[in-house]
């Protein structure tokens, strides 16, 4: 059997030669690793929120599948390392990934989304992740180094809450984000921690950010006319005020509870929907700005105005 080399082989930790090589050269064979496995990628981007019970995996896993239905290849990083909820939200929480001679092979699903999670990797789905930075910061390289994602238009990042190691291990992996979508709902508590998101997309110098307001106004199951349960126009405001696009509203619908709690797409499942029309909506200002560049801020220029 020929020798794994670190000319033949994408991992430090199989590779027969890895205990001749210093610290340095390892994370810099890694970073070569990352860098030629993203070359594959078109757009890279991150869904993040500054505060938990946003619905901010729910508009990560539908915003997703609504770039597939645009006839996009799409893939999903669930990068929520200790609460993993993109696989059972996508109803493949029984998966395990396989492997190929390119490395480990992501999950795919039946829409047609390639997705990674550490929630494939659990021997029991109620087992905790009791892990520091530098662990999490491991398995983002895995992710990101040794997974073969293939050839893909959208690979999207579905982030933790907050500003903390996750985000920063993906800033400092993938040198080339594209851009940051910040969720928010209306009410003024998750507005003030989505401010704080903003600055820390700004500070790690991220050039596109836009705001979505999830849950802006609940549909009535009875006579389908918006009710403004949380507020409305909170994260239109922020965005405004704070100088990014504002991307759009999606109502709350009492079905997306149940799809993400069955494993069912809500966009998949109601075509028609308001709620599918916003996101179909976010998903073309979206493209259109990553498409556009930051050297043509033209179509950013004209979200800003609105």
């Known amino acids: 059997m020929s020798k794994k080399t670190c000319e033949?082989?994408?991992?430090?930790?199989s590779c027969d030669t890895a205990?001749?090589?210093?610290?340095?050269?390892?994370?810099?064979?890694?970073?070569?690793?990352?860098?030629?496995?993203?070359?594959?990628?078109?757009?890279?981007?991150?869904?993040?929120?500054?505060?938990?019970?946003?619905?901010?995996?729910?508009?990560?896993?539908?915003?997703?599948?609504?770039?597939?239905a645009m006839g996009n290849d799409v893939g999903i990083v669930d990068a929520d390392i200790h609460g993993p909820n993109v696989p059972k939200m996508l109803g493949v929480d029984l998966e395990r990934p396989g492997g190929s001679a390119n490395g480990m092979l992501p999950i795919l699903t039946s829409d047609n989304l390639r997705v990674m999670s550490m929630g494939f990797f659990l021997?029991?789905?109620?087992?905790?992740?009791?892990?520091?930075?530098?662990?999490?910061?491991?398995?983002?390289?895995?992710?990101?180094?040794?997974?073969?994602?293939?050839e893909l238009d959208y690979l999207v990042m579905d982030l933790?809450?907050?500003?903390?190691?996750?985000?920063?291990?993906?800033?400092?992996?993938?040198?080339k984000v594209d851009g940051a979508i910040i969720v928010t709902t209306?009410?003024?508590?998750?507005?003030?921690?989505?401010?704080?998101?903003?600055?820390?997309?700004?500070?790690?110098?991220?050039?596109?950010?836009?705001?979505?307001?999830n849950m802006s106004g609940m549909i009535c199951p009875h006579c389908q006319k918006e009710i403004d349960l949380f507020k409305i126009g909170g994260g239109e405001k922020i965005a405004r005020e704070m100088k990014v696009p504002f991307l759009g509203r999606i109502p709350l619908d009492p079905?997306?509870?149940?799809?993400?709690?069955?494993?069912?797409?809500?966009?998949?499942?109601?075509?028609?929907?308001?709620?599918?029309?916003?996101?179909?909506?976010?998903?073309?200002?979206?493209?259109?700005?990553?498409?556009?560049?930051?050297?043509?801020?033209?179509?950013?220029?004209?979200?800003?105005?609105?």
């Open 8 to 13: 033949t082989d994408t991992s430090c930790q």
């Open 19 to 68: 205990d001749t090589c210093s610290q340095s050269e390892k994370e810099a064979h890694e970073q070569q690793t990352i860098d030629k496995n993203m070359e594959q990628v078109r757009h890279k981007f991150m869904v993040l929120s500054g505060k938990g019970g946003v619905g901010k995996s729910s508009v990560s896993v539908n915003l997703a599948a609504t770039l597939v």
């Open 123 to 150: 021997r029991q789905e109620d087992d905790p992740i009791i892990w520091r930075g530098p662990l999490k910061h491991g398995l983002l390289k895995q992710f990101f180094g040794e997974v073969y994602w293939g």
């Open 160 to 175: 933790p809450p907050g500003t903390g190691d996750e985000a920063l291990s993906i800033s400092h992996l993938i040198k």
């Open 186 to 213: 209306p009410q003024d508590v998750a507005l003030l921690d989505a401010r704080k998101s903003i600055n820390f997309c700004k500070e790690l110098k991220i050039p596109r950010i836009g705001v979505v307001e």
């Open 255 to 306: 079905e997306m509870v149940n799809c993400t709690d069955s494993g069912k797409l809500f966009v998949s499942l109601y075509p028609e929907s308001k709620v599918t029309a916003a996101f179909k909506s976010i998903a073309e200002k979206w493209i259109e700005m990553l498409e556009e560049g930051p050297k043509k801020p033209s179509f950013v220029a004209k979200l800003l105005k609105k």
